[in-house]
């Protein structure tokens, strides 16, 4: 027994590797197929104008099967969309473009955040663009071709809004903070800031809220 414990030993070894790389061939897979969605999208918004009664198809949100499609949404009442029936399409308009130039990102703005539709871009967590200043919590998972590089903005850095009508808005970031996924208030609109970006660590317990103040040239 005490010849076979070694043995035993390196199997278990092997297995847990075997088990870490999967995991992140698929992270990294998962984030590529997430960017090539988003990037689609923009592409058609750009080149077709189409902006409304845009269709996912059940074939195309197969992801959102997947456990980590609730993270951004945990604990929310925003989790998933009432009018949504299992095998229909679901129907998405796309309220803007937000341009984060530091890192290199230009993502269409989806008017809700459901399991599914965070799987294609980031989305509209609450907040209008009809009423000026334009306010948005805007959320996104926790993947690089999202919002999984947030946290590396600083003080000062640029984003921009652009709606479908032409308009626009530049936002300078005012600070980065964290809060736990039960504190709902976090995430309300203040006078303090115009934009948020909203996405949740890798624990999926506290969110990282990065705030964004309107600038005028």
């Known amino acids: 027994m005490k010849k076979a414990m070694p043995k035993v030993l390196i199997v278990m070894g092997a297995l847990s590797l075997i088990t870490a790389?999967?995991?992140?061939?698929?992270?990294?897979?998962?984030?590529?197929?997430?960017?090539?969605?988003?990037?689609?999208?923009?592409?058609?918004?750009?080149?077709?104008?189409?902006?409304?009664?845009?269709?996912?198809?059940?074939?195309d949100s197969y992801f959102s099967s997947q456990e980590r499609s609730a993270e951004a949404l945990e604990n929310t009442d925003d989790e998933s969309d009432p009018d949504?029936?299992?095998g229909e399409p679901i129907r998405f308009s796309i309220i803007g473009i937000l341009e984060i130039p530091k890192l290199k990102k230009r993502l269409p703005v989806?008017?809700?955040?459901?399991?599914?539709?965070l799987n294609i871009s980031v989305c509209r967590?609450?907040?209008s663009v009809e009423e000026k200043p334009v306010r948005l919590v805007i959320s996104?998972?926790?993947?690089?071709?999202?919002?999984?590089?947030?946290?590396?903005?600083?003080?000062?850095?640029?984003?921009?809004?652009?709606?479908k009508d032409g308009e626009v808005f530049r936002y300078k970031m005012i600070n980065i903070e964290e809060c736990h996924k039960s504190e709902g208030r976090a995430v309300q609109a203040g006078d303090d800031w115009d934009i948020t970006l909203l996405t949740c660590k890798k624990d999926r317990t506290f969110r990282t809220l990065v705030r964004f103040k309107e600038v005028f040239d």
């Open 21 to 59: 790389m999967a995991l992140f061939i698929y992270s990294r897979v998962d984030d590529y197929l997430a960017g090539q969605r988003s990037e689609s999208l923009l592409h058609q918004v750009l080149t077709d104008d189409e902006w409304d009664h845009l269709e996912l198809t059940e074939v």
């Open 140 to 163: 996104g998972h926790n993947l690089r071709s999202h919002f999984g590089e947030i946290s590396t903005l600083s003080v000062g850095d640029e984003i921009r809004f652009s709606t």
């Open 110 to 117: 989806l008017d809700r955040s459901t399991y599914a539709l």
């Open 84 to 86: 949504e029936e299992p």
């Open 125 to 127: 967590f609450s907040g």
